[in-house]
């Protein structure tokens, strides 16, 4: 069994509850946190296609932009921004 889009739908999942429930504490980053779990949940349907290569390109964009989006999140609470 592949684990890779398991562990990457896993982390959009995650990601999409955290950007809610940060818009719920903090209604100013509402859209913010709409656009990216769209933007997230889209990268993450890649995983239902049947192309390799699509889903390997979309895993790569998924775990760089979940990466990024961590390491925002963590500047933007070190600041006390969030």
Same mark, same amino acid.
């Given at each position: ?8 739908? &896993? ?6 509850? %955290?950007?809610?429930?940060?818009? &719920? +504490? ?5 859209? &913010? ?5 769209? +933007? +997230? ?12 290569? &699509? ?20 500047? %933007? ?6």
């Amino acid at each position: 069994m592949n684990y890779i889009p398991l562990t990457a739908a &896993a982390g959009a999942a995650f990601y999409i509850i %955290l950007m809610l429930i940060e818009s &719920a +504490l903090h209604p100013v980053v509402l859209p &913010a946190a709409l656009v990216g779990s769209l +933007l +997230l949940g889209a990268l993450a349907s890649l995983f239902v296609w049947k192309s390799d290569h &699509a889903k390997h390109t979309g895993e790569m964009v998924l775990i760089w932009v979940m990466i990024f989006c961590f390491i925002i999140y963590g500047i %933007l609470r070190f600041w006390g921004v969030l």
